[in-house]
């Protein structure tokens, strides 16, 4: 019986999480969210080149500033 070969994978993978009293979140779905805020408000008038994200968890909030102009606020963590 010939057994079958597996490929190695060397894709290198990152995910971050932050943690906080008991729940988590990670990064990538805070960008994700930082973005669909933005495009719902400027709804493609003004890209985005230039993004900052405060994560202030005892707020349960991502604050953020794009372009030095606009600033918003998402949901960190779901309630």
């Not at 932050?18 to 003004?46: M, W």
Request: proline residues 3%.
């Amino acid at each position: 019986m010939q057994e079958a070969k597996t490929k190695t994978s060397n894709k290198y993978t990152e995910i971050i999480y932050l943690q906080f009293q008991g729940q988590e979140v990670s990064i990538d779905t805070v960008k994700a969210a930082v973005k669909e805020n933005y495009e719902s408000v400027k709804k493609g008038e003004d890209a985005a080149q230039d993004v900052k994200i405060y994560l202030k968890p005892e707020d349960r909030k991502a604050y953020y500033v794009i372009n030095d102009d606009y600033a918003g606020e998402v949901p960190l963590i779901a309630e």
